[in-house]
């Protein structure tokens, strides 16, 4: 399941990327790991601009 935290991060995640959708935005990708540089949480393209979004 996780700690409180990991699920807390879960859900704010969901509601980033349900409201994403909501605006027409196709999610592409979810937790993306960029090697060692590190994670994106939410890769999203609106059309022909790819959304690259850190949620904190």
């Known amino acids: 399941m996780g700690t ?3 699920v807390i ?3 704010g995640e969901d509601l980033a990327v349900a409201e994403l959708e909501r605006q027409g935005m ?3 990708a ?3 790991r960029c090697g060692r ?3 994106v949480d939410v890769v999203a393209l609106d059309r ?3 959304s ?3 949620l904190q």
């Open 30 to 32: 979810r937790n993306w």
């Open 48 to 50: 022909h601009l790819t």
């Open 37 to 39: 540089l590190g994670e």
């Open 52 to 54: 690259h979004t850190r």
């Open 9 to 11: 991060g879960r859900r």
């Open 26 to 28: 196709e999610v592409l």
């Open 4 to 6: 409180e935290r990991q």
